[in-house]
């Protein structure tokens, strides 16, 4: 069949959780590309899946909520290459990173520091010194 797409570390969409379906492809290639099927749409049922646990699912519908069709169905297409395999390959790659991307944890809080006293201090001085040599190219002579 086709490549696993693996979304984070051991977890991999089955094949049977993905529904695929092929059309005419667009552009050029010559005779061989106009009489078959090269373009290839990828659909995933992120609600209905059973290999994502149940927070990445979650995290998931609501990360791509723009993308979804149907409110839980993530579609990938793919047609830059001639061959119906390499668009294959190119759906399932593409699906995998963007549902690795989708359900990757939220980063860290930031918490809020201040600068040093040194650093301050440092900066404020650089700064007087820089004044003072562009005070120092002016025309007039004190």
Same mark, same amino acid.
């Given at each position: ?26 552009? *050029?290639?010559?005779? #061989? ?16 899946? =059973? ?6 699912? $979650?995290?998931?519908? $609501? ?6 069709? @149907? ?9 830059? #290459? ?6 294959? $390959?190119? =759906?399932?790659?593409?699906?995998? =990173?963007?549902?690795?991307? =989708?359900?990757? *944890? ?20 650089? /700064?007087?010194?820089?004044? @003072?040599? /562009? ?8």
């Amino acid at each position: 069949m086709s490549l696993p797409v693996r979304v984070r570390g051991s977890v991999v969409v089955p094949d049977a959780e993905l529904q695929w379906r092929f059309s005419r492809s667009s552009g *050029p290639g010559g005779q #061989h590309v106009n009489t078959t099927d090269t373009q290839v749409e990828l659909r995933f049922d992120i609600a209905a899946s =059973a290999a994502l646990p149940q927070v990445w699912r $979650e995290r998931a519908l $609501e990360r791509l909520a723009g993308r979804l069709v @149907d409110g839980s169905v993530l579609v990938v297409r793919a047609s830059e #290459h001639r061959s119906q395999w390499r668009n294959r $390959e190119a =759906a399932a790659v593409r699906l995998g =990173a963007l549902l690795s991307e =989708a359900v990757a *944890p939220p980063p860290r809080a930031r918490r809020a520091t201040r600068p040093s006293r040194g650093v301050v201090e440092r900066r404020l001085t650089d /700064k007087k010194r820089r004044a @003072d040599v /562009k005070r120092g190219r002016s025309g007039r002579f004190d």
